[in-house]
């Protein structure tokens, strides 16, 4: 049916369809980057927690009794395993800020599919 001889009703009612189309879209398309979010954080705490019991470790060792030699290996080793911990804390951080700013234009996107509906 063309635009011209729909009446007032039909034409907005053809408004909400699309309004509830697209709105089902953005629904998903933040769904699935919701979820990849929730993944990368899983993964990113994961590593954190390894990395810390791996610190810990290291940490307990350093308080025995070790050979001179290994002193240094152990101590550049801890070294390294704070700063991946620093780093991948900071990473997590960053990933879940674009996390809540991807939520938040999805969010408004929404709001603004929703608004065109009710026109």
Same mark, same amino acid.
Not at 7 to 21: S, V
Not at 38 to 58: C, F, S
């Given at each position: 049916? *063309? #635009? !011209?001889?729909?009446?007032?009703? @039909?034409?907005?009612?053809? &408004?909400?369809?699309?309004?509830? %189309? #697209?709105? *089902?879209?953005?629904?998903?398309?933040?769904?699935?980057?919701?979820?990849?979010?929730? =993944? %990368?954080?899983?993964?990113?705490?994961?590593?954190?927690? #390894? +990395?810390?019991?791996?610190? +810990?470790?290291?940490? /307990? +060792?350093? !308080? *025995?009794?070790?050979?001179?030699?290994? *002193?240094?290996?152990? &101590? =550049?080793?801890?070294?390294?395993?704070?700063?991946?911990?620093?780093?991948? !804390?900071? $990473?997590?951080? /960053? @990933?879940? /800020?674009?996390? $809540?700013? !991807?939520? %938040? =234009?999805?969010?408004?996107?929404?709001?603004?599919?929703? /608004?065109?509906?009710?026109?």
């Amino acid at each position: 049916m *063309s #635009d !011209t001889f729909q009446t007032p009703l @039909e034409r907005l009612h053809c &408004d909400l369809q699309r309004a509830r %189309e #697209d709105m *089902s879209k953005w629904k998903r398309r933040y769904e699935v980057e919701a979820q990849q979010r929730r =993944n %990368e954080a899983e993964v990113a705490d994961k590593t954190i927690r #390894d +990395l810390r019991a791996e610190l +810990l470790q290291l940490c /307990q +060792l350093g !308080t *025995s009794v070790r050979p001179v030699a290994r *002193s240094g290996a152990i &101590d =550049n080793e801890l070294a390294y395993l704070r700063q991946e911990c620093d780093r991948l !804390t900071e $990473a997590l951080a /960053q @990933e879940q /800020q674009q996390h $809540a700013k !991807t939520r %938040e =234009n999805l969010i408004s996107a929404l709001g603004e599919a929703l /608004q065109r509906g009710k026109r």
